[in-house]
């Protein structure tokens, strides 16, 4: 069966400080992978997506960035965080083809800036 | 911009049907209709999704109107276990990956 671990599970980051978020897929083969960010009492809101390795497409202007060096891993980055890059960042995967429906998300990480 | 409309908040008693609205007047003819829903602290699970005709599967039914400017998610008998954010999107294709646009979702309560 097919799993997807985020680490950490909550991080308190201070500003201007680096970011690095990890998502692993394990049980499948070349998915389509997502990173997503919740605002408190909002809706997900997706920064990135990805479709292969080094393939990453941004969909929000922003302070962050997005790598896939491996198939099944996917990392979201920072230089310097800003206040405003507090929330649940949360990544997803889905299959390749006719059923790539479904999204499976992962248990997010909670990141706060101070 | 979510491009989809969905009540604040809902209420269901257990063991009764609940229907959730949602608006989506914009919807274009490719774009698909998910329902995500989320409990607090977790990411969000797949419930159900379509293109023009009514969809049903183990969790739920999906009612979509004939000009596909509105559906209705139905939950055919409300558990505890139901009582999450509900969350109603646009789905389209870009490439080979499916892009989601959350809205806000109906918060829905369900009463022992």
């Known amino acids: 069966s097919q799993t997807i671990h985020q680490w950490p599970a909550t991080l308190v980051q201070p500003v201007g400080s680096p970011l690095s978020l990890e998502c692993t897929v394990e049980?499948?083969?070349?998915?389509?992978l997502y990173w997503y960010r919740q605002a408190a009492g909002r809706g997900l809101q997706l920064l990135f997506y990805?479709?292969?390795?080094?393939?990453i497409s941004s969909e929000v202007p922003q302070n962050l960035s997005a790598s896939r060096p491996q198939d099944r891993q996917f990392i979201l980055s920072s230089k310097k965080l800003l206040l405003s890059d507090s929330g649940f960042y949360l990544c997803a995967w889905s299959v390749v083809g006719p059923s790539r429906d479904e999204q499976f998300f992962g248990p997010g990480t909670r990141l706060t800036v101070l | 911009d979510a491009k989809t409309t969905q009540p604040n908040s809902m209420e269901s008693n257990e063991e009764e049907p609940v229907h959730l609205p949602c608006n989506h007047s914009?919807?274009?003819?490719?774009?698909?209709i998910h329902w995500y829903r989320q409990l607090p602290s977790q990411g969000p699970e797949y419930v159900i999704h379509?293109?023009?005709s009514n969809v049903n599967n183990r969790m739920a039914s999906l009612a979509i109107a004939e000009d596909r400017k509105s559906s209705t998610l139905i939950l055919h008998r409300a558990t505890l276990r139901d009582a999450a954010v509900y969350y109603c999107i646009r789905a389209f294709s870009s490439g080979s990956a499916r892009q989601l646009t959350f809205g806000s979702g109906t918060q829905l309560t369900v009463l022992p």
């Open positions: 379509g293109l023009t």
């Open positions: 914009t919807i274009s003819g490719t774009d698909y």
């Open positions: 990805s479709v292969g390795i080094g393939q």
């Open positions: 049980g499948t083969s070349n998915p389509n």
